[in-house]
């Protein structure tokens, strides 16, 4: 009981440090592309900035409704599926890819309703067409996750890590790997973590006041950010595997920020996507046939070795 | 010997060609015309309500005239009668032309003067279709469109309303009311003293406000014949062109927000305060610069100014290359551009806009170039023309505008005579006999024209004729067809500026 609390704590404690280091560094990196100039502690970019916003958030008087409190109690609980280090899971389960993809799922699913009962909006009017764009980006990645269960013939992700000792998923999967990486990406845009999405929430919600349900909120696009971040390093960059003689959790912090920064180097450098014509085209045009034939490829390679013997 | 003869050429001396055209204005319309004569560098006509129809019919489809374009149609009250001024314009023969007509009805009985108004506008509409966008009440209601979009949404374009009817996500059919910008202006508009008007008259423009200031002194300084000195001419080039980037970089500016180029935006806003700086350097305000007086301008530039003018010019220009790239580069923002809000030139010379709107259409039309205004003869630069007449062959008109406009002011500022400048006239003394007078220059939306009556030291009436009505008018007629998701890039691609929109508030 007590190893498992002890978790729990170092699980939530590594949390609330990467949500601090993240959105410290993307107001850095917002700050320094757009020439924001001010005092050093208080200005967008300083140490104290996300602090600041975090009592900034606590104290403006809003409502809480169930859509919130879900969010926010989902936000955290993915985490107990997913693991930062092999030591670091609290439920185990054999089978722990389709569980977490299932709960990153639900927690779309939350957010999307969340955005649907927003007080001033627009809403329902596009709501429809929102699920579908975002349900038709999860498609590639299914698609990508798919192959790689084909080649390491296991869905535990453990066992995927483990099977990366020699050579890292990328090797085989390159293709996979861009599609992942891309649509990482465009979720990021789409949930604008560095800013509020006028697409997905309506032109009004601007003007919605901030409050702990927008706190919420926020820490939900976080959350599914570092998700798909760690899904990438596990699935293909081989996780918390040693890399010569540098221990694997080191190795692990390392490659998440470094995937972290450039994503936001991409989102900050590339135009606001409020086009829907545009995101469906890239989709369809791009992710889905790349995917498909990544997808085939891994299915030709499969037979040639494991029934025909060939390779 | 040939410099004695520049200084002793008046402005209106320049264009005999007008002369030529009244004689076959006052040939044709022998009988029908009240009064026709040249105010400044137009042809100025009165007529009567009765005639208008056939006056307009003769110079539409005469081939000597070849009056193709209504430019807009004013209306103000004046002794208890509404008077309406057309302005009209020939593409071939390169002159334009207001015709003054009183209508019959009183002005206090508020209906049969909006009936008698409306029919002479349908009248109107059966030679030049673009008079339908004038007539006084809108048949549009809320009821008949699928979207209504408020004046205060947009950011930036907050002078009109926009009802839409859509299929599919796609517009069917545009109105664009302007009601909402007909407030009471009397205080500007009527019965103000000279020096008063100038202090007032950048309210129109609020973006550029030199130009309404150097159009109103441009006229006063015909109707007076002043010489004006030549150094004087050089520092309202120079202020005028500053202004022209400034309007232009906050157009820029109005589009990354639209793009969603963040990056872009903090560039430009910093390129922009720059140029409003360098315009509080010189005239002591950056919105208001009421910095232009008759016969002069109000302050004189030393040498320190003219250093730190080119020096920032300098600067912009290194800038400027990195801006462009970082927005036009961009394959996602252009083929967000390319091919939507598709403006003809046939089309645009209806609508009788003018100025880089019409230049992007592939018309080689500016006032700079083709009418001698100041001394832009002086100088070298090009018309910046483009061909598809698309939002972003409209984008990028304004960088090559602004290319231009340093070029202008790197070779002015190199050449500025030195010369000493003396006070001419007294305003005080003043006292002018009653006269009417129209003045008409580019500025950065397109060509803003005034025209007024003006006696002893007072002006009596100002109508204003701001380009910007005109792209209201391309609007409606270009939405069509668009998705209903580009509404806020086409609009604000036509560089629409609120105050030109204003009208008086019939009494």
Partial sequence: ?311 | MAKELYDGIYSSHKLVFIEKIKKNLEFYLKDKTLEIKILGQEIFCKADVESLYEILREIRENPELEVDILSSINKYISENRCIVLLNLSSISNNFSMLIKVALKSPADDRESFAAEYNKLINEIGRIYESAVFYLESSTIKDQYSDIVIRSHIMDGLDSFDTYLQAEDGIITKANISAGISTVPIYSVTGNIGITELISKISRFDYNAGIFPELCFCLALEELMQIKVAKRVQFIRMIISELMRISNHLSYISKMAIILGSEIALSHVLIEQERMLRLIELITGSRVHPNYIRIGGVRKDLNEEKLKNISASIAQLLKKMPKIESMLLDNTIITNKLKNTGIAEKRAVHNCGVTGPNLRASGARYDLRKNRNLLLYKDVSFLVATGKYGDCLERFYIRFREIYQSITIIEQLTDSIPDEHIKKLINLSELDMPYTEMISSIECPHGVFKIYFEIAGNTVLKLVVMGPSRNSLYLAENILCGNRAEDIELILASLDISSGEIMQELPV
């Fill in chain 1, 1 to 311: 009981m007590m190893l498992l609390f002890k978790k729990v704590i170092y699980l939530y404690l590594i949390l609330v440090i990467n949500l601090y280091v993240c959105s410290y560094l993307l107001n850095r990196i917002s700050s320094r592309f757009e020439l924001k100039r001010g005092y050093t502690i208080g200005r967008v970019g300083g140490l104290g900035y996300p602090v600041l916003k975090l009592f900034r958030y606590l104290s403006k008087n809003d409502r809480l409704n169930i859509w919130e409190i879900l969010i926010f109690f989902f936000s955290f609980f993915i985490w107990t599926i997913i693991p930062f280090s092999p030591s670091l899971i609290i439920i185990r389960f054999e089978n722990d890819l389709i569980i977490a993809l299932l709960f990153y799922l639900v927690l779309l699913f939350l957010i999307l309703m969340n955005a649907s009962r927003s007080r001033y909006g627009f809403v329902f009017k596009n709501a429809t067409k929102n699920i579908l764009m975002i349900y038709t980006f999860f498609m590639p990645v299914i698609f990508c996750i798919a192959g790689i269960v084909l080649i390491n013939r296991t869905l535990t992700l453990k066992e995927i890590v483990g099977f990366q000792y020699q050579y890292w998923n990328i090797v085989y999967q390159p293709l996979g790997f861009i599609v992942m990486f891309t649509s990482a990406l465009l979720l990021m845009k789409l949930f604008t973590v560095t800013k509020k999405s006028t697409l997905l929430l309506g032109q009004d919600i601007l003007k919605e006041g901030s409050g702990f349900g927008r706190l919420t909120v926020r820490i939900s696009y976080y959350s599914t950010l570092f998700f798909i971040i760690v899904m990438i390093i596990i699935l293909y960059l081989a996780g918390w595997q040693n890399l010569f003689f540098i221990n694997g959790n080191i190795i692990f912090a390392v490659k998440f920020y470094i995937i972290f920064f450039i994503l936001v180097l991409l989102d900050k450098a590339t135009p606001q996507l409020n086009d829907f014509n545009y995101l469906v085209s890239i989709n369809w045009r791009f992710l889905i046939p790349v995917s498909a034939v990544n997808f085939l490829l891994t299915i030709i390679f499969f037979i040639l070795r494991n029934i025909y013997g060939i390779i």
